[in-house]
């Protein structure tokens, strides 16, 4: 039984051919690309809703290449040592789903749901991952049922704990990736006239109990077009102003810190 629910009404949403309704005959299609709108607040074409194709692309060629693959197999290390009895997963702010494509190979899961403001982050999405359904949503306000899934993934969203309290069952797992003070602090400091370091979030989760960690912090080289890419894929690009994003196209190799923290909770 999913645990999908409808955004206008909150009663069970089942797939009927090509679309979800619910009892009430709400109803929502399914794209050609097989991405689930249930977003009821993103109607105006004038206001940027979630990373936009030129981020994704960039992010995606990125990762593709391995730079952040111990990030990946951090991530895995937790979820193989407590999600293995999971039946299902939500991937909340999921991008193109770099990370759920390998959490999806390691776990037999029933249900895989990605849920993102970008449409074309979620194509990417489902690109990776066939059998999962891409969702267009808030993670603030996510159209799944009360205490129904097994774990949560939040790898560098914002905070939206008490919507993940509230969809995640007792003694589920929430997992999530955050960024050290270090991190990309080189890239920060290549682009600003003064470069500052990561606030650091405190590791208490109200609702939640903290059962493990893995810190990945090492230094890698970032060649080329790929460290244009790395800015872009970050969330500085769009605060930053032309002049200091062209600094770094006169620079060809760029040594970087990445300093994370993957953390395993459980929800009591």
């Known amino acids: 039984m999913s645990i999908l629910i409808c955004p206008v009404c909150s009663e069970k949403l089942g797939l009927h051919e090509k679309s979800y309704k619910c009892k009430n005959n709400h109803c929502f ?3 050609k690309f097989g991405v689930l709108n249930l977003s009821l607040n993103n109607k105006s074409s004038k206001k940027r809703h979630g990373d936009d194709k030129a981020m994704v692309v960039a992010r995606t060629e990125f990762l593709d290449k391995g730079y952040y693959r111990p990030i990946k197999d951090a991530v895995i290390t937790l979820c ?11 991937d909340a702010g999921c991008g193109e789903g770099y990370y759920t494509a390998e959490v999806v190979k390691t776990l037999v899961l029933e249900e895989v749901f990605g849920v993102d403001l970008s449409k074309e982050a979620l194509r990417y999405f489902k690109k990776r991952i066939k059998n999962a359904l891409p969702i267009v949503s808030s993670i603030f306000k996510m159209p799944f ?3 129904g899934a097994d774990f949560v993934l939040s790898m560098f969203v914002p905070d939206a704990y008490n919507e993940f309290l509230r969809v995640i069952k007792k003694d589920g797992y929430f997992i999530k990736t955050k960024v050290l003070k270090n991190h990309l602090i080189e890239l920060k400091q290549a682009v600003y006239d003064n470069p500052y370091y990561n606030d650091e979030e405190p590791d208490e989760i109200e609702g939640f109990e903290k059962l493990d960690e893995i810190i990945t912090d090492y230094k890698t080289t970032v060649l080329g077009d790929d ?8 969330p500085y690009y769009y605060k930053t102003s032309k002049t200091d994003q062209q600094k770094l196209e006169k620079i060809e190799k760029l040594e970087i810190t990445v300093s994370v923290k993957t953390v395993v909770y459980k929800k009591v």
Request: charged letters at 35%; one cysteine or more.
């Open 29 to 31: 299609d399914l794209s």
């Open 80 to 90: 193989e040592k407590y999600c293995k009895g999971a039946k299902n997963l939500i």
């Open 145 to 147: 049922e009360e205490s």
């Open 227 to 234: 460290i244009k890419k790395l800015f872009l894929m970050t």
